[in-house]
């Protein structure tokens, strides 16, 4: 049984990871911190919650944390969480990290999209990105796991078997998605309102969103040389989901049940992974860990449509799968 805490557990994310960890036989949930004024029981905060655990949300101490718990998971806004987390990792604690603090491997890109130094370089140098279809090997074995963005796993995922394969130009790569509101936090702001959001469709940090350098790092690993995609996010009027259309040019004509079997074959043991002939749908894939993808050609371009549930595959859910890795369970534990 390993014991573990979760920093910032008053969020979206944390909800959901907290009810993945409730029913995961080999992990068992020590201490949830907030920086929340008072000591607010984890029902006031999750009315969800009431009766499944009795902890208050804690002020964050690390020396406490770390007597408590062996692995910490940090649903912490950027900045805030390398601050904790680098104390964290100096006592000893394994980590999985929700924010971007230690995704992008280069400081100084991540200085240019965040606005803010990079003041845990050190722990940086170890962090494993942590998406498993890509990294496992790397995960098992990792006290620092960068857990991905919810866009940039639909994006990465929907296009790796085909980067990997040289089947694509790197050049003109157009990534296409849409999130539901929860993607954007459980912070009050004017434009998530209900009146300014529902019955509404809009495109937002058009040129300049965060995850881009993300998309970019990953893919450009995979495919052994720079990319740069030109990625569109979308807000839509419902809870949960991210639905993404990607559009690339491709080398030479493949049918659509040759690509359809290069991703069966490419995520071969993968058990989230669901290569389909229909086009999926949010719902499909809503509550669960499951990457749904299915392509189509058009006029000499690859089209990949694909759906996740931005807090579960997106967030928790990877993060659970991230865990299982790390001690040696079941990929599948507490998901399926």
Not at 266 to 290: C, E, L, Q
């Amino acid at each position: 049984m390993t014991n573990v805490a979760i920093l910032g557990a008053t969020g979206y994310a944390a909800l959901e990871l907290i009810k993945l960890l409730l029913r995961h036989p080999h992990a068992r949930i020590t201490m949830l911190t907030s920086r929340q004024e008072g000591q607010p029981h984890v029902s006031e905060v999750h009315p969800a919650l009431a009766g499944m655990l009795d902890l208050r949300c804690e002020q964050f101490d690390a020396e406490r944390v770390t007597k408590t718990a062996d692995c910490v998971f940090s649903t912490l806004p950027h900045t805030a969480s390398m601050e904790a987390c680098a104390q964290l990792l100096d006592r000893g604690a394994k980590v999985i990290d929700f924010s971007a603090d230690y995704r992008l491997s280069d400081p100084n890109v991540y200085a240019e999209w965040y606005g803010e130094s990079h003041t845990d370089v050190a722990h940086l140098r170890e962090a494993v990105y942590g998406l498993p279809e890509i990294y496992a090997e790397e995960i098992r074995s990792a006290r620092l796991i960068a857990n991905p963005g919810c866009y940039p796993t639909a994006a990465i995922l929907g296009l790796a078997p085909l980067v990997a394969g040289g089947l694509i130009e790197l050049d003109g790569i157009v990534v296409d998605a849409k999130s539901g509101i929860s993607g954007a936090g459980r912070t009050p702001k004017l434009a998530y309102h209900f009146p300014e959001c529902n019955e509404s469709t809009v495109a937002y940090s058009v040129g300049k969103h965060r995850h881009t350098p993300e998309i970019d790092q990953i893919l450009g690993e995979i495919a052994g040389t720079p990319t740069q995609v030109i990625f569109t996010p979308h807000l839509v009027p419902m809870d949960r989901g991210i639905f993404t259309t990607i559009y690339a040019w491709a080398k030479r004509q493949h049918s659509e049940a040759e690509l359809l079997d290069l991703y069966r074959s490419y995520f071969v043991g993968s058990p989230f992974v669901r290569v389909m002939s229909r086009i999926p749908t949010t719902k499909d894939s809503a509550g669960t860990n499951f990457f749904d993808v299915t392509l189509r050609q058009v006029r000499g371009a690859v089209v990949v449509l694909c759906c996740l549930d931005n807090l579960i595959k997106g967030a928790a859910g990877a993060a659970v799968q991230n865990f299982n890795l790390m001690y040696g369970h079941a990929e599948t534990t507490a998901l399926l």
